[in-house]
């Protein structure tokens, strides 16, 4: 069973940074890709950045200058971090990673900006 571990949400005033981890139970050599979604209250759960395994990465419009995702393949740790965070961040980031035969989702942690 394929388990993933998030870390480094919290509560973070407009402007500030948080760097979120994501801490697979698997080789990342053996996935396609790892991403981070958020779900912010009364909203569908959206993309926010993605990065494959050759490392090519794709971001929501909305963060693009702002987030960062990369992954630490020694580590088995897929990171974003956030800078110049406003309150629209706020919500709740799901970690996932996948191949042709794996579609896995962390349990999330929370991101509240305030304003």
């Known amino acids: 069973q394929v388990q993933l571990r998030e870390s480094g949400g919290g509560l973070v005033q407009a402007g500030g940074s948080l760097r979120l981890s994501c801490a697979a139970s698997?080789?990342?050599?053996?996935?396609?890709?790892m991403a981070w979604h958020r779900q912010a209250p009364g909203k569908q759960r959206e993309l926010v950045a993605r990065?494959?395994?050759?490392?090519?990465?794709n971001y929501a419009d909305s963060v693009k200058g702002r987030f960062t995702i990369s992954k630490d393949n020694a580590k088995n740790t897929v990171y974003l971090q956030m800078n110049s965070l406003k309150p629209e961040d706020t919500g709740v980031y799901y970690c996932?990673?996948?191949?042709?035969?794996?579609?896995?989702w962390g349990q999330g942690t929370q991101v509240t900006v305030s304003s």
């Open positions: 996932n990673v996948g191949s042709s035969s794996l579609d896995i």
């Open positions: 698997i080789s990342l050599y053996t996935l396609n890709f």
């Open positions: 990065i494959t395994s050759g490392g090519r990465t």
